[in-house]
């Protein structure tokens, strides 16, 4: 079991590798790249996914950007291809089901939907009440459920930790937000104001001209990331 783990890893790293080589989708249609490394129970990546990550579905702003989640953050590989997570047992499971969802739920609009109430539930301190999600979104919870508690749920997050590993300059911390390539640090609230400065089309959005401004007056946020050294112990029991 073990042996057909880290083979699994091995391939996912290897088409990683390939995948970088290649022209993303994002640069061939023109849209920005926006991707987000995170982890379900730190407390800033669920405000930053409820309360920020959502305006990019304004009608003028979806249409430019591609938007890609890694739920994996600073979870830590052991030698036995098992992991572990920066906020303990419950903080795996949500990630594998949020890597689940996107797995199940390929299109955008829809699995953001149901990781964006998840996350809601763990902004709320009510994370337990996840499977709650199926009901408010009318889906049917068997295929996540086959997916977490099998293999296949264990394989996506490994393929998320060799992505997440494979970061140019590596992540320090979560949220880890990335456009276009380039990680934009404690700076990560003022993502749109990234977008629209990457956008190279002629039709920019209306909403890009707000965004400036906004970017202007907002305080830099202070330490407001799960670095990746604490819990250090935890990691290594």
């Keep these: 079991m073990v042996s057909r783990s ?23 249609d023109g849209k920005v790249s926006l991707e987000l490394y995170y982890e379900s129970l730190c407390p800033y990546c669920s405000n930053f996914i409820v309360n920020y990550l959502p305006q990019i579905f304004k009608k003028d702003l979806i249409s430019i950007v591609d938007l890609k989640l890694y739920p994996w953050g600073n979870a830590k590989l052991k030698p036995n291809a098992t992991f572990v997570c920066q906020h303990g047992e419950y903080e795996c499971l949500l990630d594998t089901i949020e890597a689940c969802a996107i797995d199940i739920w390929p299109e955008l609009s829809k699995h953001f939907s149901f990781i964006s109430c998840v996350e809601n539930l763990v902004y709320q301190h009510k994370y337990q009440e996840w499977e709650s999600c199926f009901e408010k979104l009318g889906l049917d919870p068997e295929p996540i459920n086959q997916c977490y ?25 979560v949220p880890w937000v990335v456009v276009n390539g380039e990680p934009l640090y404690e700076d990560y609230e003022n993502f749109l104001s990234y977008i629209c400065e990457a956008y190279k089309g002629s039709d920019a959005p209306e909403s ?30």
């Excluded at 880290?6 to 061939?28: C, G, K, W």
């Excluded at 508690?149 to 911390?173: I, N, R, V």
């Excluded at 401004?213 to 819990?231: D, F, T």
């Design 6 to 28: 880290i083979l699994s890893l091995s391939l996912f790293l290897y088409l990683s590798f390939f995948s970088l080589l290649s022209p993303s989708e994002s640069e061939s």
């Design 208 to 237: 890009c001209a707000k965004v400036s401004i906004l970017r202007q007056v907002r305080a830099k946020p202070e330490h407001s990331v799960c670095n990746i050294e604490r819990e250090v112990s935890a990691w290594e029991k």
């Design 149 to 173: 508690t099998s293999e296949h749920g264990k394989e996506l997050e490994l393929q998320y930790a060799a992505e997440t590993d494979a970061l140019q300059p590596p992540h320090k911390y």
